[in-house]
């Protein structure tokens, strides 16, 4: 094994450590998954009732995917409210001591909440499929997997930039969901609701409507998009954009 090669493994096994160890604090904290898997299929749900034997039925059943989608997006706000956390507490200058670059711990920590994210929307998805009786083409399963995957990393590097202008944890919360939920509405929230031109662009190249975009025909018809490269490269752009921010306002203290 050459010294690159060891240097390498030393800078990644503690993020894939870090990210591990966060994983599995996230999963027993019972109360906060059950919160977030609760709201994307309690939304689902109330739409199944009011929609079922109504001829609003085929629309609101589009919204299925859509919902999907924001499952995985509300993570980013436990993220957002996490980080304040941790600066309030100063946990960021106790980790400051240990071998590894804050930074590099952050990168487990942001692997784990996207993780966590892409669980809450397989489960919401789960729910959709077994218990509302919702269809869906298993050949575009897979794709839809990792294009929520891919939602989840976006959003979760958003949380951090609203961390990143935030001083009070109260606060980072209803800053997120007042910045989501437009971008909702804007980006395929409503199917088949007409918009003014200029907010339908916006709504669509937004990271929610590219990701709905994406998802609601891989999950329909089990299709790939078309410009569905175009798409997934804005996603990852969006990534990079937050990620890049975070790295130059993130105050650790």
């Known amino acids: 094994m050459t010294t690159q090669t060891i240097s390498r493994f030393n800078t990644v096994s503690p993020i894939v ?20 898997i609760l709201t994307p299929i309690f939304m689902l749900t109330i739409f199944w009732f009011t929609a079922r034997g109504t001829e609003g039925a085929e629309t ?12 995985v997006m509300l993570w980013g706000s436990n993220t957002a409210v996490r980080a304040v956390n941790w600066r309030q ?5 106790r980790l400051a001591v240990t071998p590894v670059p804050v930074g590099q711990l952050m990168l487990g920590d942001a692997a784990a909440q996207t993780l966590t994210s892409l669980i809450q929307g397989i489960v919401t998805l789960l729910f959709g499929t077994l218990v509302l009786g919702y269809a869906i083409e298993p050949t575009g399963l897979l794709l839809t997997l990792l294009v929520l995957l891919l939602a989840g990393a976006c959003f979760i590097a958003f949380g951090l930039v609203i961390a990143s202008f935030v001083n009070r944890a109260e606060v980072a919360n209803p800053i997120y969901m007042f910045t989501l939920l437009p971008l909702f509405f804007l980006g395929g929230g409503l199917p088949g609701i007409p918009l003014p031109t200029v ?13 709905n975009a994406l998802v609601l025909p891989l999950l329909f018809e089990g299709q790939v998009p078309e410009g569905a490269l175009l798409k997934v490269l804005a ?3 969006y990534t990079a954009v937050f990620s890049l921010i975070t790295t130059l306002k993130f105050r650790w203290e």
């Open 17 to 36: 450590y870090f990210a591990r160890t966060q994983l599995l604090a996230m999963l027993r904290n019972v109360k906060t998954l059950l919160i977030g």
């Open 60 to 71: 609101i059943g589009l919204m299925f995917p859509v919902i999907v989608s924001l499952s």
């Open 89 to 93: 507490q100063n946990l960021f200058q």
């Open 199 to 211: 907010l339908q662009w916006i709504g669509d190249w937004s990271p929610v409507g590219v990701t």
């Open 235 to 237: 996603l990852v752009g």
